[in-house]
């Protein structure tokens, strides 16, 4: 029921920035957190930055200082704002939500978008 849309990918220059948005529908009954993961041809899928519902956010190291994720409850959207762009950030990026099971608080519910491509030229 719950689904993830995704947009914001594309092509770009080293240094440049983009802006990739997330947006779920559907019932959902509480945010544990929402997520951005990404991976390219060949390699895991390895997670970029994650929000919880209460705003806490933590980072992949090959990232921190040039990512910024942010969210807007209201809207059950999550936002990633990627600066200073790298050849090496060429991936699909995968927008995740992770959902408190309504029933049990410790259990939770795991929905991933379709992915968006993107690409860092150099």
């Known amino acids: 029921q719950v689904q993830l849309v995704e947009s914001g990918g594309g092509l770009v220059q080293a240094g440049g920035s983009l802006r990739l948005s997330c947006v779920a529908s559907g019932s959902i009954f509480k945010i544990n957190r929402m997520a951005w993961y990404r991976q390219a041809p060949g390699k895991q899928r390895d997670l970029v930055a994650a929000?919880?519902?209460?705003?806490?956010?933590n980072y992949a190291d090959s990232v921190k200082g040039r990512f910024t994720i942010s969210q807007d409850n209201a809207k059950s959207t999550v936002y990633l704002l990627m600066n200073s762009l790298k050849p090496e950030d060429t991936a699909v990026y995968y927008c995740?939500?992770?959902?408190?099971?309504?029933?049990?608080?410790?259990?939770?519910?795991?929905?991933w978008g379709q992915g968006t491509q993107v690409t860092v030229s150099s």
């Open positions: 995740h939500l992770r959902e408190v099971d309504r029933y049990n608080s410790l259990m939770n519910f795991d929905y």
């Open positions: 929000i919880s519902g209460g705003g806490t956010t």
